[in-house]
């Protein structure tokens, strides 16, 4: 309880597998017939599930899974940031390391100002190795932050 995970999910109501794709299935699927989600949860006190993120975005870095919605939680704290998104990307000592991208809601902000919150309030291995400012973020017709292009710019 209260430590983040896969969700897997099983019922007659849930897939069995992809048709004709055993090597896809085995991918999504447990021995014992559970669909991996994909979806990284929480149990709280009362039993409810929480969906924290998508195990697709998670970072490792140095062997710690690092989460990007806790990252974004605490950098939009800052008073000059509109909007972030936090990704990683390949680091040679770490494996991972985070990149946080971010949209200034004031002009004045600085990465230093970013770096210096980060230090003071995220553990060392989650603070962003690169902090980029844009005037935008990548996004769905229906508004939702595209990490993967984020990942992949190789800016």
Do not use: H
């Not at 599930?49 to 975005?57: M, S």
């Not at 690092?66 to 950098?75: A, F, K, M």
């Not at 390391?97 to 060392?124: F, G, H």
Request: proline share 6%.
């Amino acid at each position: 309880m209260g430590q983040p995970g896969e969700i897997a999910i099983k019922g007659p109501q849930v897939m069995a597998g992809y048709w004709q794709r055993p090597d896809e299935t085995a991918k999504v699927m447990t021995p014992d017939g559970y669909f991996k989600s994909g979806d990284i949860g929480v149990v709280d006190e009362r039993g409810y599930f929480k969906v924290v993120d998508r195990k697709k975005d998670m970072i490792l870095v140095s062997g710690f899974n690092v989460y990007p919605n806790e990252i974004e939680d605490v950098v939009a704290q800052i008073p000059g940031v509109l909007e972030c998104a936090a990704v990683g990307v390949v680091d040679a000592k770490t494996g991972e390391a985070v990149k946080l991208v971010i949209v200034k809601k004031d002009e004045s902000l600085t990465k230093a100002q970013v770096r210096e919150y980060c230090r003071a309030n995220l553990t060392s291995y989650k603070q962003p190795r690169i902090v980029e400012f844009r005037t935008d973020l990548p996004k769905t017709p229906v508004g939702k932050i595209l990490r993967r292009e984020l990942r992949d710019a190789k800016k």
